[in-house]
């Protein structure tokens, strides 16, 4: 199985002397597919262990994703500000069935 993992961890897992094949990706529109699948794993282990060690591995991959999409940050979060004002957030845990 192929994942993408953080730039340092073939370090350590040379360092344990675990063996393991080591793939770059060769192209952006790749690595924005692995980028993708990364976020999803990371909230899958959030969904088991919700804990700050799992939201700071969500917000790094979000970095990643913000910098590969070449998108703007603070463009981003003009938009989630104007998202907030508009329909607010999630702080009241509202549920609306239909």
Request: with cysteine; hydrophobic share 35%.
């Amino acid at each position: 199985m192929k994942k993408l993992v953080r730039d340092k961890i073939p370090i350590i897992l040379d360092q344990n002397k675990v063996k393991y094949r080591k793939y770059i990706v060769k192209n952006k529109e790749e690595l924005k597919q692995y980028l993708i699948r990364k976020l999803i794993e990371e909230a899958e282990e959030f969904k088991e262990n919700p804990c700050e060690e799992e939201i700071a591995d969500i917000i790094e991959v979000i970095e990643a994703i913000i910098e590969t999409f070449d998108y703007d940050k603070n463009k981003i979060l003009c938009i989630k500000r104007r998202k907030y004002q508009e329909r607010g957030g999630f702080k009241e845990g509202i549920i609306i069935e239909f």
